[in-house]
C-alpha cells in the first residue's frame, strides 16, 4: 500500500517567517493528496488540497505544490502566526479511495 | 448533519476486556476510514470501507481488531481482548468516494490499564 512519509518532524519557525514541510509518497497512482492541521486536542480538518492534475496551489498564506516525476508534495505557509501553532499531516489518496497519512509535522511559531 | 459521531469520546477499561468503539458517518457518504493515532506512530490506517465493504484491512495490527460496518450509518471497531498497548486515540472518519475531503469524528481516547 502506499508509504507517505514527512519531514522534518518538528519545525520552529519565528512569527512572520515562512514554513516548509515536505512530504514523499510511494504509490505513482495515487491521484489526491490532501493537507490536513490538527490542534492539541482536536480532530484533525482539511485546510488544503491538490490533485495530480495540477502543480500548485494556493490559498491565502498557504500553498502547496506537487512534484509527480518525483513523487512529493509540500506546504508553504508564509507569514507565520501563532494560531499556525499545530500539527500538520499529508496524505495520498489512491485509486481505490484509500486514504494514508504520514507521521505528522509539529510546528511551533515563535512570538 | 452533525458530522461524523463517535462514541465513547472516553473509554477506560481493564487489560483483558472487550472494546466496542462506534461511528456514525456523514450522511451520503461512501467511505469510512478507522485510524489510529499515537506519538510514535501518527495517524495509522486500520482498515477502510467502501460502499460497506472492507476494502483493506492490513492496518489492523492484529486478530484482535475487528471492524464491521452493517450498514450505510453505522460502523464498529472491536477490541478483544484489550490490552495496554491499545491505548490510543482512535478516529473514524468519512467522505465521498474519488478524492475529496475526508471528515473526522472527535476522537476516542481509550486507556487500558
Known amino acids: 500500500g502506499e508509504n507517505v512519509e514527512q519531514h522534518p518532524s518538528t519545525l520552529s519557525v519565528q512569527e512572520g517567517d515562512s514554513a516548509v514541510i515536505k512530504c514523499t509518497y510511494s504509490d505513482s497512482a495515487s491521484n489526491y493528496f490532501p493537507w490536513y492541521k490538527q490542534e492539541l486536542g482536536k480532530r484533525p480538518q482539511l485546510i488544503i488540497d491538490?490533485?495530480?492534475?495540477?502543480g500548485e496551489k494556493k490559498d491565502q498564506r498557504i500553498a502547496v505544490t506537487l512534484n509527480k516525476t518525483a513523487k512529493h508534495f509540500s506546504l508553504h505557509i508564509t507569514e507565520t502566526q501563532p494560531e499556525d501553532s499545530a500539527v500538520y499531516f499529508c496524505a495520498a489518496s489512491d485509486g481505490n479511495n484509500r486514504l494514508a497519512f504520514g507521521k505528522g509535522n509539529q510546528v511551533v511559531v515563535i512570538p | 448533519d452533525a458530522g461524523v459521531i463517535q462514541s465513547p469520546r472516553h473509554e477506560v477499561t481493564e487489560m483483558g476486556q472487550e472494546v466496542t468503539l462506534r461511528c456514525k458517518p456523514i450522511s451520503g457518504h461512501n467511505s469510512l476510514f478507522w485510524y489510529r493515532q499515537t506519538m510514535m506512530r501518527g495517524l495509522e490506517l486500520l482498515i477502510y470501507?467502501?460502499?460497506?465493504?472492507?476494502?483493506?484491512d492490513s492496518g489492523m495490527p492484529e486478530d484482535r481488531f475487528s471492524a464491521k460496518m452493517p450498514n450505510a450509518s453505522f460502523s464498529t471497531l472491536k477490541i478483544q481482548p484489550s490490552e495496554p498497548r491499545d491505548s490510543a486515540v482512535y478516529f473514524c472518519?468519512?467522505?465521498?468516494?474519488?478524492?475529496?475531503?475526508?471528515?473526522f469524528g472527535q476522537g476516542t481516547r481509550l486507556t487500558v490499564v
Open positions: 472518519a468519512s467522505t465521498l468516494m474519488g478524492g475529496v475531503e475526508a471528515f
Open positions: 491538490i490533485r495530480s492534475n495540477v
Open positions: 470501507f467502501n460502499n460497506n465493504v472492507p476494502i483493506d
